[in-house]
């Protein structure tokens, strides 16, 4: 269940309530009886990375396969080419 945040405008206390989603918004303070109003407050957690795809979590056969990729990628190849440098007369 989430909590929500209240402040009263009439006494200025704040109230952390545990709430369900359906559950209607509270009007009085437990207090005083004054008016209350629901505050807007940050989230408990944050998403980091790049986002939610499969490279992203990929298995060991893609890993390995992915990596025997990079390998035949980076292989030099048969044709050497060399420069040639004019001679200093």
Do not use: R
């Not at 206390?13 to 004054?34: R, S, V, W, Y």
């Not at 048969?78 to 200093?88: I, V």
Request: negative net charge.
């Amino acid at each position: 269940m989430p909590i929500y945040e209240y402040e009263c405008l009439v006494c200025k206390k704040g109230h952390e309530i545990m709430q369900k989603f359906n559950d209607p918004p509270l009007t009085a303070c437990p207090d005083c009886g004054g008016e209350m109003k629901k505050l807007i407050s940050n989230t408990s957690f944050v998403l980091k990375g790049t986002g939610w795809y499969k490279t992203d979590y990929s298995s060991g056969a893609e890993t390995a396969a992915k990596e025997t990729e990079k390998k035949t990628d980076t292989s030099p190849s048969p044709e050497k080419k060399t420069e040639s440098k004019p001679e200093a007369a």
